[in-house]
């Protein structure tokens, strides 16, 4: 299975990433802001989708969402 980034290029387990644009955090008033990098992050069984430490709380994030830092 390939998992890519919003603009193509292929990721991989301990990958780091940049969201580029602001996310609502479902269930939480808060907001993961364009620009935070999230570091080593881990495929998920879904190819939409990877796990990472977004301000010490794990969290799924769509690739859509997501740039190969």
Excluded: Q, Y
């Excluded at 603009?7 to 991989?12: E, F, V």
Aim: cysteine-free; charged content about 35%.
């Amino acid at each position: 299975m390939e998992v890519k980034d919003s603009n193509g290029n292929l990721l991989n387990d301990g990958d780091s990433v940049t969201v580029i644009k602001d996310l609502k955090v479902r269930g939480s008033a808060g907001v993961i802001k364009r620009g935070t990098m999230v570091r080593n992050i881990r495929l998920t069984d879904f190819e939409g989708e990877v796990e990472g430490k977004v301000e010490k709380t794990m969290m799924v994030l769509k690739t859509e969402f997501l740039k190969k830092a």
